[in-house]
Antibody
Framework: QLQLQESGPGLVKPSETLSLTCSVSGGSISNGPYFWVWIRQSPGKGLEWIASIFYRGSTYYNPSLESRLTISMDTSMNQFSLKLNSVAAADTAVYYC????????????????WGQGALVTVSS | QSALTQPPSASGSPGQSVTISCTGTSSDVGAYNYVSWYQQYPGKAPKLMISDVSKRPSGVPDRFSGSKSGNTASLTISGLQPEDEGDYYCGSYTGNSYFFGTGTKVTVL
């Protein structure tokens, strides 16, 4: 059974960089054809897709956050990571990592596996 | 573009049916048969309930069903159970990104 687990600092100061890692077990992130994804949920608010990385390394970003984002993967560690720089209070959220099969080609276009989420608070 | 529009709340008594709508545009919900529905309990991660408008993953009760007409998708819970109380979010692929709905809180009376 595929399992995803987020890790990283729970508190980040304003203007600094938020860094999170998602460790994947029960399957290899380098075995396609999946996208590995970050999604966030601000307190009491809805879900927001942040970024995706395809198993071959191509990246996709939410246009509203793109200038501050980097998503990467480390296949040797079976992990993928997110960096969000110049954070502000509005970036306070629970950050989820998830898996997304490619849309079409017999795959379901959806987030089918999720991590439990990691709360990141931006505060001085 | 902004989030897909859902009603803030919906409710029903046990055994009744509840339908939640998810309204987007011709660029997202209307363009693709790639609408999903997620159930979320407080403090927990979302759980996939419906994918590709109407596909139910293994283990999801058959009282959950999905449909779509034009730019609006719907989730119907037939035979509402106490454990169905929670937040429900729709989501739609948009070609180069993904949008979620505003969320609907389902209350079992």
């Amino acid at each position: 059974q595929l399992q995803l687990q987020e890790s990283g600092p729970g508190l980040v100061k304003p203007s600094e960089t938020l860094s999170l890692t998602c460790s994947v077990s029960g399957g290899s992130i380098s075995n396609g054809p999946y996208f590995w994804v970050w999604i966030r949920q601000s307190p009491g608010k809805g879900l927001e897709w942040i970024a995706s990385i395809f198993y071959r390394g191509s990246t996709y970003y939410n246009p509203s956050l793109e200038s501050r984002l980097t998503i990467s993967m480390d296949t040797s560690m079976n992990q993928f990571s997110l960096k969000l720089n110049s954070v502000a209070a509005a970036d306070t959220a629970v950050y989820y990592c998830a898996r997304h099969p490619p849309c079409g080609g017999g795959h379901s276009c959806t987030f089918d596996y999720w991590g439990q989420g990691a709360l990141v608070t931006v505060s001085s | 573009q902004s989030a897909l529009t859902q009603p803030p709340s919906a409710s029903g008594s046990p055994g009744q049916s509840v339908t939640i709508s998810c309204t987007g545009t011709s660029s997202d919900v209307g363009a693709y048969n790639y609408v999903s529905w997620y159930q979320q309990y407080p403090g927990k991660a979302p759980k996939l309930m419906i994918s590709d408008v109407s596909k139910r993953p293994s283990g999801v009760p058959d009282r959950f069903s999905g449909s779509k007409s034009g730019n609006t998708a719907s989730l119907t819970i037939s035979g509402l159970q106490p454990e169905d109380e929670g937040d429900y979010y729709c989501g739609s692929y948009t070609g180069n990104s993904y949008f979620f709905g505003t969320g609907t809180k389902v209350t079992v009376l």
